[in-house]
């Protein structure tokens, strides 16, 4: 089980101090006063953007073969438009524009409907892009390409399926302007997710209940954490809301002894510690679900499976979707949540380890780089998010999950 992370050895705080004598480099870092540091995160994430242009879209002639978010160019699109939004920098907001309409043209026809993985994502950033840069002519373009999107016969997932596309719906409303995707074509869709939970609960003690390729999974990517983050943000009846509620204390009760989560309904594997399967896709939830539900117990629950991510959470992979850069990213959202700077000095640790060690860890082979090692949800362009993310960490958002 020890080989999928590293042990954390990390002290539990450090506190911020000018010229503090430091035992290793690592340590010196999170020493530093914040500003210092959040320079030091600046520069790391300009050079590991400019290395993930190199490598995604110049290397490839400016052309595109994967177009998602998840692991193809618009991930390299998504790190342009964040460091376009830390630094006003045009040229990056100008690139990022000309690799989306690249996705554009590979991605029409795409049956996937998603913002991760697949159209809805082109179309929403695409949209967002569009307006920043004062074109309206395209803006219109992603929109109407975006309204021809189907979601009938898809799953309910959120890589694949519904909920996915309805996140890509509230990005727009967030960015664009409320209602720019009424309710009005947003709650029937949410009904019918609710309706298959219902449906393959069977009055079971879990309310709601879904199915992926044959599988009840509990995990952000596949399954009901992702399925309730998504669902909150929808306008639902109080007795469906109820039922999301509910479906989070099954899980909450039915979790592993050590505080992480199954990966899939009847798993007794206590093993993965990712944003796609285990405690920190279900932390996000339950942090959002204290908001919306204004319950400590909940709350408490999701420092709970925090604790996990701090001792178990130290990955040997860089990215989003199950490396350390996700994990790092349960830290910055209780930090938003409840303004412990306990909770930022975790983040901190976190992303410190990567901006200390990823390089040479990963160079000398202990730390897996992936078959895509520059995508933002398996490579370095999520550490580059991160390191983005660091610098104003009240306003950090987990990359296509977090609103
Ligand atoms: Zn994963």
Partial sequence: MADRYFPNEMPDFVEEQEGAVAQSTLHSFLCLPYTKLADKFLRAA???????VKETWLRNGRRVKDFTLYTGALGTAFLLFKAYQVTNNLSDLSLCGEIIRACD?????????????????????????????????????YLSSFSEIKTRD????????KVGYLWACSFLNKHIGESTIPSTHMSPVAKEIILDGKRL???GSCPLMYEWHGKKYWGAAHGLAGIMHV??????????KECIKGTLSYMINHRFPSG????????????????????????????????????????????????VVWSRGLLKRVGICHGISGNTYVFLSLYRL?????????????????LDRANQ???????????????????????????????????????????
């Fill in 46 to 52: 300009l050079d590991l953007k400019e290395k993930v």
């Fill in 105 to 141: 043209s590979v991605s029409a026809g795409s049956r996937h409907v998603t913002f991760i993985c697949g159209r809805a994502g082109v179309c929403a950033l695409g949209a967002v892009v569009a307006k920043h840069a004062g074109d309206n002519v395209l803006l219109n373009h």
């Fill in 154 to 161: 898809v799953p309910n997932e959120l890589l694949y399926g």
């Fill in 201 to 203: 609960s069977n009055k």
């Fill in 231 to 240: 669902l909150m943000d929808m306008e639902l009846k109080p007795e469906d």
């Fill in 260 to 307: 992480n989560y199954p990966s899939s309904q009847g798993s007794n594997s206590d093993r993965l510690v990712h944003w796609c399967h285990g405690a920190p896709g279900v932390a996000l939830t339950l942090i959002k679900a204290s908001q919306v539900f204004q319950d400590e117990q909940i709350l408490g629950a999701a420092e709970e499976a925090a604790k």
């Fill in 338 to 354: 409840t303004g412990r700077v306990e909770y930022l000095y975790r983040a901190k640790a976190f992303a410190c380890f990567l």
């Fill in 361 to 403: 860890l990963i160079a000398d082979g202990r730390m897996n780089s992936g078959d895509r090692p520059y995508s933002m949800f398996e490579g370095q362009a999520g550490m580059a998010h991160l390191f983005l993310d660091m610098i104003r960490p009240s306003e950090s958002r987990f990359p296509g999950y977090e609103l």
